[in-house]
């Protein structure tokens, strides 16, 4: 995961404790501040002599900054770097930091070449957006593409142990998880942001599904629901793509009746067992949750669809079928 860091340089109290409670990974201090920085939380401090500061104004600049990250050290560019001498850098090492003074700066500097620098240095006049940043930087996973299914089928299933995932995060309408049979086609199995006259919503709470499906994780990477335990992150996904981390609090393992639900596209099949009640809902194109218990054939739904194949949870190319 990228990193936030913060420039406590001046030393205020009152925008360390912000950073803080933003969520930042690292404090920029100088030697005399950094126990004063400790004393205000758990977090780690580093003093400019731990690092290498680098401004590039030639071509020798990106060398520099490649033989510092290669050497281990923290490696920070400072401010008025460009996108360019940028990706030169990225390509030879990893562990690139840089400068920013604002949200725009941070979100560009985490999404060149796709991959972005591994740590973003927040400076005292961008304090006022660390919030955004952390969210943007930290959180965002940029964008996952949809498609629009059909339903084809809903039988019972009979029992079977199924898997809430409860976040440490309050969800929004629209959000979810990609779950599914196969790592080929996963639903968007939408958060308990619903309530009903029988049950309150539980919006940190996604009912996933049985424990053996795939679900989308962070990174490109599959797991079992029934892997999922608690301080892992996980990919909450929106109706509109968007993603983003959440960190789970606890998983609820019970035997329960399910459902086999099954959708197509235009391209392919996919299928999913997911708890008989009231509250487990997939996600309509528009963003609308739509209850198990109401589905029909022929409604439409959110999927992810993919390429099968995967060991231990990473992408490998394999002739795969998955059913």
Not at 49 to 59: H, N, R, T
Not at 132 to 158: C, D, F, N, W, Y
């Amino acid at each position: 995961m990228k990193q936030v860091w913060f420039k406590a340089i001046p030393f205020e109290k009152k925008l360390v404790t912000l950073a803080l409670e933003s969520g930042v990974d690292a404090v920029l201090a100088e030697p005399q501040h950094a126990d004063a920085v400790r004393a205000l939380g758990r977090v780690e401090v580093f003093t400019p002599e731990e690092a290498a500061f680098v401004a590039l104004a030639s071509k020798a600049d990106e060398q520099t900054a490649v033989d510092a990250l290669r050497d281990g050290r923290k490696t920070v560019l400072t401010l008025g770097w460009e996108i360019i001498p940028v990706e030169n850098i990225l390509a030879q090492a990893k562990g690139l930091a840089v400068e920013v003074d604002g949200l725009d700066r941070a979100l560009l500097a985490a999404g060149i070449l796709e991959r972005g620098v591994d740590a973003v240095l927040v400076l005292p006049e961008a304090a006022g957006d660390l919030k955004r940043i952390v969210a943007g930087v930290k959180l965002s996973q940029g964008a996952m593409p949809l498609e629009t299914a059909v339903v084809t089928s809903i039988k019972a299933a009979g029992l079977g142990h199924r898997v809430c995932v409860d976040t440490m995060s309050v969800l929004k309408k629209g959000q979810g998880m990609l779950v599914g049979n196969s790592s080929a086609f996963t639903f968007l199995v939408h958060a308990e942001t619903e309530s009903n006259p029988y049950v309150a919503a539980r919006p940190f709470r996604v009912n996933a599904g049985a424990v053996h499906a795939y679900a989308v994780m962070p990174g490109d990477r599959t797991t079992y629901l029934e892997e999922l335990a608690s301080g892992d992150e996980v990919l909450i996904v929106s109706a509109s793509g968007e993603t983003s981390l959440a960190t789970i609090g606890r998983t609820k393992v019970e035997v329960r009746p399910m459902l086999l639900v099954t959708a197509r596209t235009a391209e392919r099949e996919g299928a999913v067992f997911l708890q008989n009640a009231e509250t487990i809902r997939l996600t309509r194109p528009g963003g609308e949750p739509v209850s198990v218990v109401a589905l029909k054939p022929g409604d439409e739904i959110l999927v992810r669809s993919d390429q099968a194949g995967r060991h231990f949870g990473m992408r490998i190319a394999e002739e795969i079928k998955e059913g």
